[in-house]
């Protein structure tokens, strides 16, 4: 099975730049940012079975990576 690439600038190339400088200078993109990429390691650990897990554990990471990526959207954004 082929797994998705969600790492952020995979998700937003055209922000790639914006996502350097907030990184560096916004300490809650900072940590958000974090937390999104340690929650694409962990599904993509799940999704290889690397970390055998239920379905419903899954999706509640799934969707948490989700919310957390709509956040992040938001301040590249503004």
Same mark, same amino acid.
């Given at each position: ?6 790492? +952020?600038?995979? $998700?937003?190339? /055209?922000?790639?730049?914006?996502? @350097? ?8 993109? %900072?940590? +958000?940012?974090? $937390?999104?990429? /340690?929650?694409?390691?962990?599904? @993509? ?8 897990? %239920?379905?419903?554990?899954? $999706? ?19």
């Amino acid at each position: 099975m082929s797994i998705e690439r969600h790492d +952020l600038v995979h $998700e937003f190339p /055209e922000f790639r730049e914006r996502i @350097r400088e907030l990184k560096a200078s916004d300490a809650h993109f %900072s940590k +958000l940012f974090d $937390e999104y990429d /340690e929650l694409t390691r962990e599904v @993509r650990l799940m999704e290889e079975e690397v970390h055998p897990t %239920s379905t419903g554990t899954e $999706e509640t990471f799934k969707l948490r990576r989700v919310h957390l990526k709509d956040q992040l959207y938001a301040m590249l954004r503004a």
